[in-house]
């Protein structure tokens, strides 16, 4: 079988070299850049001592090594983002959770609106919540705020949506 060598000229050094002396490169029209590699590792290196040679870009430069390295180190360990708030990473895996499937909306408990909120009691349980509409869940919340400002104990949640549902919240 007789494989036929392609060459290509290079426009850098203008010199016709096999086609496994140029970088791939998908944008070329055959696929391969138009420089060889060895004038194109000539020029990064004069890019590279360009940049040596200018303070600021030095700066840049070894900022971009130390990222770089930091990544390097980094590979393989799986990061965790941590929340500032416990209600963000609750919300978070709530709204994954109904994105999955794992976990269905229902009515508002009180009203029976289908535009509902999740209301979290307790955010460390962050699928464990009562689905209410918004004004609903606003009025839980001002209750909430209400008696921590005057020192009371709030209503348990199932109290909460009975005394709205027989109007007597106030």
Same mark, same amino acid.
């Given at each position: 079988?007789?494989?036929s060598?392609?060459?290509k ?8 070299k ?13 696929g391969h ?19 040596q ?5 030095a ?6 090594? $130390? =990222?770089?390295e ?5 590979? #393989?360990k *799986? &990061? ?11 919300n978070v ?8 499937? $794992? =976990?269905?909306?229902?009515?508002c408990?009180?009203? #029976?609106? *289908? &535009?509902?909120?999740g209301?979290h009691?307790?955010y ?29 104990e709030?209503?348990?949640?199932e109290?909460?949506i ?9």
């Open positions: 079988m007789v494989h060598l392609r060459m000229t290079c426009f850098r050094c203008n010199k016709e096999p086609l496994d002396e140029f970088y791939k490169h998908s944008m070329m029209a055959d850049l138009n420089k060889c590699k060895e004038c194109a590792k000539g020029d990064a290196k004069k890019t590279y001592e360009k940049i040679s200018t303070p600021e870009l700066i840049r430069e070894r900022k971009r090594q $130390r =990222v770089k930091s990544k390097r180190r980094l590979e #393989g *799986t &990061k965790k983002y941590k929340y500032k708030k416990p209600r963000n990473s609750a895996e709530l709204g994954n959770a109904v994105r999955d499937g $794992r =976990v269905t909306r229902k009515p408990e009180i009203c #029976g609106k *289908t &535009k509902v909120q209301h009691e307790d460390s349980k962050p699928l464990d919540v009562v689905w209410l509409c918004v004004r609903h869940h606003n009025d839980r919340h001002i209750h909430l705020r209400d008696c921590k400002t005057l020192g009371k709030p209503l348990p949640i109290e909460f009975s005394t709205i549902q027989n109007n007597t919240y106030d």
